[in-house]
Structures are given as structure tokens and as C-alpha cells.
């Protein structure tokens, strides 16, 4: 399952960046961010493909969206400016951002190195 975040629930499970000018991971397991709003096409066809990845990557990476609509201090605080951006947020490391509504193939692919290859 997809999880919505708040301005809130982000500061508790991603990133303070009131509290914190440096990156500091704040979750237990890397995650997946999706920037959306419910207007926008690409992002309602990228939204089924996020529960897919949801259940298949259980127990290992998180899964949340953020309506940009709805939390606009989150999408500016991560520059976001076209929708859908998908942010891949490893334990270690800096997060990196994705634009566009990838198919299932390429998300899967940057999960599994951005997120599960731990850096040797």
C-alpha cells in the first residue's frame, strides 16, 4: 500500500528540513516518493503501477505520495515543477529524482539500483 504524507508525516518518516539543512533520512527502509496531483493523467498511470511495486517490494522499501495540490510547501521544497516526479530515497546517500510517468520496467529497475545495491 501507498502511503500519503502530510507536511507532518514527511518530517517524521523521510526528511526535516526545517530542522535539518543537511540531508538526514529519517525513515527505517529506503522509500519511493510520489509527486502527483489528481488532475494530472500521467501521474493516475503511474499510481496502479506504485501499489504493484508497493506489494512487491514489501518488508524492503516504502512507498508514499504526496499531492503536490495539496502539500505545495513539500513539491517546493524538492523543486518539484512538472508532475509526476517520483524521488527514490536510499538509507545511505542522497535521494535522486525521476520526472515523467516511468513504466513499471524502468521503476523497478531504479529501485533495485538506487535503493537495494548497498554502495561497495
Do not use: H
Request: aromatic share 12%.
Amino acid at each position: 500500500m501507498t502511503e500519503d504524507l502530510n507536511k507532518e508525516t514527511f518530517f517524521q518518516k523521510v526528511f526535516n528540513y526545517e530542522k535539518n539543512k543537511e540531508w538526514k533520512f529519517e525513515g527505517e527502509l529506503p522509500c519511493v516518493i510520489d509527486f502527483w496531483a489528481p488532475w494530472c493523467g500521467p501521474c493516475r498511470m503511474v499510481a496502479p503501477v506504485m501499489e504493484e511495486l508497493s506489494e512487491e517490494y514489501k518488508g524492503k522499501v516504502n512507498f508514499y505520495k504526496v499531492n503536490t495540490d495539496e502539500e505545495q510547501e513539500l513539491g517546493a521544497a524538492f523543486g518539484i515543477r512538472s508532475i509526476p516526479s517520483i524521488l527514490f530515497v536510499p538509507k545511505e546517500g542522497q535521494p535522486k529524482m525521476a520526472v515523467g510517468a516511468l513504466p513499471k520496467p524502468s521503476l523497478k529497475e531504479a529501485i533495485n539500483k538506487e535503493l537495494l545495491t548497498v554502495a561497495a
